[in-house]
């Protein structure tokens, strides 16, 4: 039986071929589709799989799957898997205690003083009289939240069933919602783009954080509503925003983000897993596909990630 690696970067086909030399894999379909078993994707999603008589599992190479939830695109019965390893969390967890911690201390003005000649004392508020809140509780917010609080910041969480982490106050569901944001001084979205949490970060959600809050977006573009974003600063409700993410990707070159100083941008880089990081779960997912047994980090179809 074969993986196929659809569409996939030349470096993870040869960390996949180095890291399961048990395994056929091909880079495209060939004379046999009987054959192929597993399906590794990366941007792009096949409209062929359901030529493939004996087809098991599709494996998203990226943590995000709203690419694959659409209805028929996957054919009944194939499994959807996804990545989620230590790597990714651990990255992930870097890049937002780098954001927290530099909107905190307020980098970006001292920078913008320094440039000017200003040399101001100031006061910073101690870490555990701010509130940060993570929404998505998940393989990567889980981690993030952990170490916020290990920082020392008063920190909330945000997912759909209840959790218990050491440090976290955790709220859950729709009803949980407005007692997780309120007066929260950084917001930090880690959700998965499902129907229920596109548009979730619009106006009426950045009115119930605390004057002058932070926003911190490495979910998925579709969680904001960009047109909100402007007039939100503007009004005051948010200090400033860093995003990792934005509805098209790359960004026009006339969009306004770039131009603004309140907003940080990082080209969908928070985390930063190498092909030879990813290539053993992506083999242990497509050997376990051969038996037909479902992935480590399976994808449910109803919840949509
Ligand atoms: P997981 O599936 O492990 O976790 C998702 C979390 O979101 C869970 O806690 C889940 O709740 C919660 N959630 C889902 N829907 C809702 C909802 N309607 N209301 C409240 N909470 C909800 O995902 P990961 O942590 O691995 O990844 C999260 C997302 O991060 C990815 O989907 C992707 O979009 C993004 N990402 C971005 C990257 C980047 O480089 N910028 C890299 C990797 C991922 P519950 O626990 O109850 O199921």
Not at 109 to 118: C, K, V
Not at 129 to 153: I, P, Q, S, T, Y
Request: charged letters at 20%.
């Amino acid at each position: 039986m074969s993986v196929l690696a659809h569409d996939v970067p030349e470096p993870f086909v040869t960390a996949l071929r180095a890291a399961a030399p048990d395994l056929d894999i091909r880079t495209s379909v060939g004379p046999d589709p009987e054959a192929v078993r597993s399906v590794l994707i990366w941007l792009a999603v096949p409209d062929f799989l359901e030529t493939l008589p004996n087809l098991s599992l599709v494996l998203s190479l990226g943590a995000g799957v709203e690419r694959l939830m659409v209805p028929r695109l996957v054919p009944d019965g194939v499994h959807i898997g996804r990545i989620s390893s230590a790597v990714q969390a651990e990255g992930m967890s870097d890049y937002v205690l780098l954001h927290v911690l530099r909107q905190h201390r307020r980098l970006s003005q001292l920078q913008d003083e320094q440039a000017r000649g200003e040399w101001r004392w100031r006061l910073w508020p101690r870490a555990g009289d701010v509130a940060v809140g993570v929404m998505g509780l998940g393989a990567l917010g889980a981690d993030a939240a952990r170490k916020l609080a290990m920082v020392g910041f008063r920190t909330r969480g945000w997912s759909r069933t209840r959790k218990s982490i050491k440090g976290v106050a955790c709220h859950s569901g729709a009803n949980g919602l407005a007692a997780f944001l309120a007066d929260l001084h950084h917001l930090v979205c880690l959700l998965p783009l499902t129907p229920a949490t596109t548009d979730i970060l619009n106006a009426d959600l950045f009115a119930q954080l605390a004057p002058g809050a932070f926003l911190i977006n490495a979910g998925r573009g579709g969680h904001l509503v960009e047109a909100d974003l402007l007039p939100a600063l503007n009004a005051g409700h948010l200090e400033g925003v860093t995003l990792d993410v934005l509805r098209q990707e790359p960004p026009p070159a006339d969009h306004p983000f770039f131009a603004d100083p309140r907003i940080l941008l990082t080209p969908h880089s928070a985390v930063c897993a190498t092909p030879g990081q990813l290539a053993p779960d992506a083999a242990e997912a497509c050997r376990r596909a051969e038996r037909g047994a479902p992935p480590p980090c399976p994808v449910d179809r109803e919840r949509g990630y």
